[in-house]
T-cell receptor, first 115, second 113 residues
C-alpha cells in the first residue's frame, strides 16, 4: 500500500502474555519510529531505526520492550510479560531521510488492551 | 527537557467560526515546530511546520507563526468547516540526528454545521 501499515489494529491480551506488533513502512523510507499514545496524551517516543539498526532506543520504558527491523523495512515491536499499564495505542511512523523536513508519516496505530 | 503545552480541549465551534488553539513550548536551542492533525479513523499527518523564528507555516487555511519571544506556535484558522473536526497536536524537534518529536497532549476540535 501507499501508507504506513500496522497490524493488528486491535489486540486484547491478558496480563503476563507476550505481544508482537508489526509495522510496514512506506517503501523506500529508511527511518522508522515507534511511539506510544496513552489515553488523553500525545504520542511519546519509544525507538528510532535508521536502516536495520536501532539508532535511539532511549524511549523504551523497560527491558520488557524490544523492537527489531532485520531487513531494514518491516519492524516488529515486542512486549514481554505484558502489564495493564502497557495498554495504549502504539504508533509507527516512517520518513525518507533523517532531519530534513520533520515530516513523519504515521500509521493508524495498534490499540493494545491488557486485561 | 523538551515539553509542549497545548490548550485543553475539547473545543466545539460552529461552522465558519474563528479557531485558535494555543501551543507553548520549552526546549533547548532553537527547535523546529509542527502541527499534526489526526482525522477520525486515520493516522497522524503533518498539517504545517516552521523551522525558525518568525516563520509562518500554512496549509489548508490553517496558519501558525513561530514566536521565539513568547515560545509559542498558536494554530489559527479564520473560518472552520465541519471537515476540520479532528485532534490537533503541537510538536517540536530540538536537534540531534534522529528527528525525535516531542508532542503536546492534543486538542479535540468538533465543528458543528
Amino acid at each position: 500500500g501507499a501508507g504506513v501499515s500496522q497490524t493488528p489494529s486491535n489486540k486484547v491480551t491478558e496480563k503476563g502474555k507476550y505481544v508482537e506488533l508489526r509495522c510496514d513502512p512506506i517503501s523506500g523510507h529508511t527511518a522508522l519510529y515507534w511511539y506510544r499514545q496513552s489515553l488523553g496524551q500525545g504520542p511519546e517516543f519509544l525507538i528510532y531505526f535508521q536502516g536495520t539498526g536501532a539508532a535511539d532506543d532511549s524511549g523504551l520504558p523497560n527491558d520488557r520492550f524490544f523492537a527489531v527491523r532485520p531487513e531494514g523495512s518491516v519492524s516488529t515491536l515486542k512486549i514481554q510479560r505484558t502489564e495493564r499499564g502497557d495498554s495504549a495505542v502504539y504508533l509507527c511512523a516512517s520518513s525518507s531521510r533523517q532531519g530534513d523536513t520533520g515530516e513523519l508519516f504515521f500509521g493508524e496505530g495498534s490499540r493494545l488492551t491488557v486485561l | 527537557g523538551d515539553s509542549v503545552t497545548q490548550m485543553e480541549g475539547p473545543v466545539t465551534l460552529s461552522e465558519e467560526a474563528f479557531l485558535t488553539i494555543n501551543c507553548t513550548y520549552t526546549a533547548t536551542g532553537y527547535p523546529s515546530l509542527f502541527w499534526y492533525v489526526q482525522y477520525p479513523g486515520e493516522g497522524l499527518q503533518l498539517l504545517l511546520k516552521a523551522t525558525k523564528a518568525d516563520d509562518k507555516g500554512s496549509n489548508k487555511g490553517f496558519e501558525a507563526t513561530y514566536r521565539k519571544e513568547t515560545t509559542s506556535f498558536h494554530l489559527e484558522k479564520g473560518s472552520v468547516q465541519v471537515s476540520d473536526s479532528a485532534v490537533y497536536f503541537c510538536a517540536l524537534y530540538s536537534g540531534g540526528s534522529n528527528y525525535k518529536l516531542t508532542f503536546g497532549k492534543g486538542t479535540l476540535l468538533t465543528v458543528n454545521p
